[in-house]
């Protein structure tokens, strides 16, 4: 049997928890977890720590300012200008990037992982935040009904009006983009996971590191379960490792779950490869 390092545990916990019972609480945890396996021997306690201290701060400053638009631009000012936090321009697709104990170090990180510093700060702060997951980008929306404006905390914490979030699309992609109006609806903590193991899996597999690639593949299966392509990937990642047994279990249960899969003439072939093994 299978010992699993205690982060790993960690990580299932939260990921088998029902969707209604998710907080910011265990989106938190759970990309500490992300962390820890990482760095198996790193003290959370230093970044739950220095959370408590900033959420301490900002309360304390928030308890000042009445009018809503205002505490926004003070928990922007404070990440931002007071304690330096930014995007990873120039190294953006390096995995410390969305590892959030590294960010709180280095203050250093990506849109998803900036912004999740605002929806855990926001909940402890008394001023909400949703994420919002925009193709390629990642913002957060203040969860007031009197404020119709989203934050790109990679970009200083901006504000940025409905018609903003498009014109911000077309400078990352470089050509003109539709913002259809499901870009602008929130995801919950668990897409927010799986959004941060995806760039993960992604930078891993450019990397070779295909141990890593699985690791990650993985989480994402345990956070959801029914999506034929993580089983698949497992399965693929677990062939390239020489894993024959689990690469068949994993590939098997694919197909089972995706009978019309456009692949599924390759995958057959692979597995009935690994039965003669």
């Not at 299978?2 to 609480?25: E, N, S, Y």
Request: charged fraction near 25%; hydrophobic fraction near 40%.
């Amino acid at each position: 049997m299978q010992v699993l390092a205690p982060a790993r545990q960690k990580f299932l916990q939260i990921a088998a928890l029902p969707d209604d019972l998710w907080q910011g609480f265990h989106l938190w945890e759970g990309a500490l977890a992300i962390a820890w396996e990482e760095y198996p021997t790193i003290d959370l306690a230093i970044a739950r720590q220095q959370m408590d201290e900033m959420a301490a701060v900002l309360r304390s400053r928030l308890a000042e300012v009445s009018y809503p638009l205002r505490q926004v631009r003070e928990v922007g000012n404070y990440l931002f200008e007071e304690l330096g936090f930014r995007g990873n321009e120039a190294d953006y697709y390096h995995p410390r990037n969305s590892f959030i104990t590294d960010v709180l170090r280095d203050r250093l990180g990506i849109p998803i992982s900036l912004s999740l510093l605002y929806l855990v700060l926001g909940e402890r702060i008394g001023l909400p935040f949703a994420g919002i997951g925009l193709p390629g980008h990642f913002i957060v929306r203040p969860c007031h009904p009197d404020l119709e404006i989203f934050v790109d905390p990679f970009y200083g914490g901006e504000i940025l009006f409905p018609e903003d979030c498009g014109d911000r699309l077309r400078e990352i992609y470089r050509e003109r983009v539709t913002l259809r109006p499901e870009y602008l609806q929130p995801v919950s903590g668990r897409q927010i996971l799986e959004r941060m193991l995806g760039n993960l899996k992604g930078i891993y597999l450019q990397r070779q590191e295909a141990r890593k690639a699985l690791a990650a593949t993985e989480r994402l299966l345990a956070l959801n379960q029914n999506a034929p392509q993580h089983w698949r990937d497992c399965g693929l990642l677990h062939y390239q490792l020489a894993d024959g047994m689990q690469a068949k279990r994993y590939l098997q249960e694919y197909l089972g779950l995706a009978p019309e899969a456009p692949d599924r003439e390759i995958v057959t072939a692979l597995v009935r490869e690994l039965e003669g093994l």
